[in-house]
């Protein structure tokens, strides 16, 4: 089963989640000011124009000529309070030829024309105002480079519905400057919420992953606990049967321990030791239905009677079939009496159609007999039964089978029956089937590799 550490994987999200946060609260800290800068000149933009055309629509309703003619004009009184009023340092009037009418801080440029004026060019052609905050470096502005930077608008006169000129106005800027006390509180608090409300849901976070870990650790134990028990299970299960087939008590356990040792020769996978060694427990449960008289018979049985005794490979996959657990053994259950040239029983199967756990145990299983005695024979040496294996080879049993089994020595074998006479396979049987049994799984009967 794979371990998951959860306060570590706590940390590691606190740390990565805490930078994530903090880079995206520096970047709200920068664009927060920056975007109260952007609406701020735009705002001022904004009003200035509106008290232009608000001043401009009505007072300008006048012909631009007879403002060259009159010096005195009332409106040049009213011009001048409502520079003073709206912080103007020019109200220059423009002709539709792009002269200048009319000048507040330069009466030197009056009747001059600057064709090279884009904006006011641009507002004589469209009618449209325009409003740009820069320095006042243009040619008529002369005596307006003292103040640095102004908000420039032009804004169109229209009189009987034709553009007959232009007002230029030049306004004095308020500080307007991102590094305000107003934008450095914005920026703080963009740098802290983000942060403070990371620490809080980290916090609520936390608390439901421990939670959750410690749901996962008691789902975990009660599987585990489900597990043994089904185990325990199982080998009551084939206990009883030995019980009834006296001849073959230990030989469970031991064709297990065997199956295992070939099955982790043979770089089976996970799930297929688990089918291996659960099939190899329950090989035989079919038996149960086979009749005393048949499965105890000292003597060599008829036809009748190896029909019927081969009938357990068929009710044996019929019990573990569809039991979650048992299930696992269902393919070794029902083809560990087929062989490989497909003479065996019950299906006829042959070569690798033939489940590999099935080919694995039909081997084992006719070794353990074989070392085995039967009330009508003595058991076989190592020496003979590797033999008569050998020999099957590639008629009874699968080559690449009987080669890991010829690679074992008696004495690898012989040690390997006594430890399980010593111990029992309770423990290997864990340890085999914990990669499989440590996670809870929805259907074990449809499992994949
Ligand atoms: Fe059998």
Same mark, same amino acid.
């Given at each position: 089963?794979?371990?998951?550490?959860?306060?570590?994987?706590?940390?590691?999200?606190?740390?990565?989640?805490?930078?994530?946060?903090?880079?995206?609260?520096?970047?709200?800290?920068?664009?927060?000011?920056?975007?109260?800068?952007?609406?701020?000149?735009?705002? @001022?933009?904004?009003? *200035?124009?509106?008290?232009?055309?608000?001043?401009?629509?009505?007072?300008?309703?006048?012909?631009?000529?007879? #403002?060259?003619?009159?010096?005195?004009?009332?409106?040049?009184?009213?011009?001048?309070?409502?520079?003073? @009023?709206?912080? +103007?340092?020019?109200?220059?009037?423009?002709?539709?030829?792009?002269?200048? $009418?009319?000048?507040?801080?330069?009466?030197?440029?009056?009747?001059?024309?600057?064709?090279?004026?884009?904006?006011?060019?641009?507002?004589?052609?469209?009618?449209?105002?325009?409003?740009?905050?820069?320095?006042?470096? !243009?040619?008529?502005?002369?005596?307006?480079?003292?103040?640095?930077?102004?908000? &420039?608008? @032009?804004?169109?006169?229209?009189?009987?519905?034709?553009?007959?000129?232009?007002?230029?106005?030049?306004?004095?800027?308020?500080?307007?400057?991102?590094?305000?006390?107003?934008?450095?509180?914005?920026?703080?608090?963009?740098?802290?919420?983000?942060?403070?409300?990371?620490?809080?849901?980290?916090?609520?976070? !936390?608390? =439901?992953?421990?939670?959750?870990?410690?749901?996962?650790?008691?789902?975990?134990?009660?599987?585990?606990?489900?597990? !043994?028990? *089904? +185990?325990?299970?199982?080998?009551?299960?084939?206990? =009883?049967?030995?019980?009834?087939?006296?001849?073959?008590?230990?030989?469970?356990?031991?064709?297990?321990?065997?199956?295992?040792?070939?099955?982790?020769?043979?770089?089976?996978?996970?799930?297929? #030791?688990?089918?291996?060694?659960?099939?190899?427990?329950?090989?035989?449960?079919?038996?149960?239905?086979?009749?005393?008289?048949?499965?105890?018979?000292?003597?060599?049985?008829?036809?009748?009677?190896?029909?019927?005794?081969?009938?357990?490979?068929?009710?044996?996959?019929?019990?573990?079939? %569809?039991?979650?657990?048992?299930?696992?053994?269902?393919?070794? $259950?029902?083809?560990?009496?087929?062989?490989?040239?497909?003479?065996?029983?019950?299906?006829?199967?042959? %070569?690798?159609?033939?489940?590999?756990?099935?080919?694995?145990?039909?081997?084992?299983?006719?070794?353990?007999?074989?070392?085995?005695?039967?009330?009508?024979?003595?058991?076989?040496?190592?020496?003979?039964?590797?033999?008569?294996?050998?020999?099957? *080879?590639?008629?009874?049993?699968?080559?690449?089978?009987?080669?890991?089994?010829?690679?074992?020595?008696?004495? &690898?074998?012989?040690?390997?029956?006594?430890?399980?006479?010593?111990? %029992?396979?309770?423990?290997?049987?864990?340890?085999?089937? %914990?990669?499989?049994?440590?996670?809870?799984?929805?259907?074990?009967?449809?499992?994949?590799?």
């Amino acid at each position: 089963m794979r371990h998951f550490d959860a306060p570590e994987l706590l940390r590691s999200f606190f740390r990565r989640s805490f930078w994530l946060t903090l880079c995206f609260a520096a970047l709200l800290a920068v664009a927060l000011p920056l975007l109260r800068h952007a609406q701020a000149i735009a705002e @001022y933009k904004q009003d *200035s124009l509106a008290i232009a055309r608000k001043f401009l629509a009505k007072e300008l309703d006048f012909d631009l000529r007879d #403002m060259l003619a009159r010096k005195n004009d009332p409106l040049i009184e009213r011009i001048n309070i409502f520079m003073d @009023y709206s912080n +103007l340092v020019e109200f220059r009037i423009w002709d539709r030829s792009a002269r200048v $009418v009319y000048s507040f801080a330069d009466p030197l440029v009056v009747g001059k024309r600057f064709p090279d004026d884009h904006e006011l060019l641009e507002t004589l052609t469209t009618g449209q105002p325009s409003t740009e905050i820069d320095e006042a470096d !243009k040619l008529e502005n002369h005596n307006l480079r003292e103040y640095g930077t102004l908000l &420039e608008m @032009y804004v169109p006169v229209i009189s009987g519905g034709r553009i007959v000129g232009a007002v230029e106005l030049y306004r004095k800027v308020p500080p307007l400057g991102i590094l305000n006390t107003q934008n450095l509180i914005y920026a703080l608090g963009a740098l802290l919420l983000p942060l403070l409300l990371h620490v809080f849901f980290y916090g609520q976070f !936390k608390l =439901a992953s421990l939670k959750l870990v410690h749901s996962g650790v008691q789902l975990q134990q009660a599987y585990s606990s489900l597990v !043994k028990t *089904s +185990l325990d299970s199982i080998r009551s299960m084939v206990n =009883a049967l030995e019980m009834r087939d006296t001849e073959t008590q230990e030989h469970s356990e031991q064709v297990v321990a065997m199956a295992v040792l070939i099955g982790h020769q043979m770089g089976l996978s996970t799930d297929d #030791m688990a089918r291996l060694v659960i099939g190899a427990y329950l090989h035989d449960v079919g038996k149960i239905g086979v009749p005393d008289a048949i499965l105890l018979k000292p003597g060599p049985l008829n036809a009748a009677e190896r029909a019927i005794m081969e009938t357990h490979v068929t009710k044996g996959r019929d019990i573990v079939e %569809g039991v979650e657990f048992l299930c696992l053994g269902a393919d070794v $259950v029902h083809y560990h009496h087929e062989r490989w040239d497909g003479t065996g029983y019950a299906t006829g199967l042959a %070569g690798e159609n033939i489940p590999l756990t099935a080919r694995i145990f039909a081997l084992v299983d006719v070794f353990d007999a074989l070392m085995s005695k039967r009330p009508y024979k003595e058991p076989f040496t190592f020496k003979q039964s590797r033999e008569i294996i050998r020999q099957g *080879s590639g008629t009874h049993f699968d080559p690449r089978v009987v080669d890991v089994f010829l690679s074992l020595s008696e004495r &690898e074998l012989n040690d390997l029956r006594a430890e399980v006479q010593r111990k %029992g396979i309770h423990d290997l049987v864990r340890q085999v089937t %914990g990669a499989i049994f440590g996670t809870p799984k929805t259907n074990m009967c449809d499992l994949k590799d």
